[in-house]
């Protein structure tokens, strides 16, 4: 081999290297039920393409959290469902804005499918009028799934859940909540058990 075609393979696996421990999982929709596939087939809103470094991976994990807890790393718009051996699922998310996003440790206190939404005084201030419960389907903010996080006995009030705007996947929105596409949520949902522990990194802290 040439000197030059040396250089360029050199130069070609100095750029892989970032990318060697992630790989990229295909989404597949075997965690969907019949009522997922009848309610998804023409959803109310406009198919989004999501870039590639936000969609479903399995990643080398390294931090202590234990197999079965979440990590959520606000700055990257990184959510991890944490496995066995050193890996973890990294999913592409939606955060809030920083003066508006949870923080800290919580555990998953309720996991429900298709929920109503309930808008908070909050949300009706800020956003509303909205009606005082919209029941669940592919319209509803909150999407095909929601996992509740609590404090002790306490609902925080935040979620992890689907979403009906897909295109602000990466993005920091207003709401304080923890979106993710319907396909990821749905694939999280049916890994996560309750009781499990949620770590949400605050801004400027990165896993």
Known sequence: MSKLGLAA??????????????????????????????????????????????????????????????????????????LPGGKAIRYGVAVGEE???????????????????????????RLGPYPKRVAGGPANPLGARGIYLY???????YRIHGTNQPEYIGQAISSGCIRMTNGDVIDLYQRVKPGATVVVLPPGQSA
């Open 9 to 82: 393979v050199l130069v070609g696996s100095l750029a892989l290297g970032g990318c060697m421990q992630a790989t990229l999982s295909p989404a597949t929709d075997v965690a969907m039920t019949p009522r997922d596939r009848q309610l998804l087939a023409h959803p109310p809103y406009a198919d989004a393409k999501i870039p590639q470094q936000f969609q479903r991976h399995i990643v080398e994990y390294t931090r202590r959290e234990q197999p079965g807890s979440i990590l959520v790393d606000t700055d990257a718009r990184y959510l991890y469902y944490v």
């Open 99 to 125: 003066a508006m996003a949870f923080s800290g440790v919580a555990t998953v206190g309720r996991l429900a499918e298709w929920p109503d939404w309930v808008p908070t005084q909050d949300i009706q201030e």
């Open 151 to 157: 404090q002790g006995n306490k609902d925080t009030l």
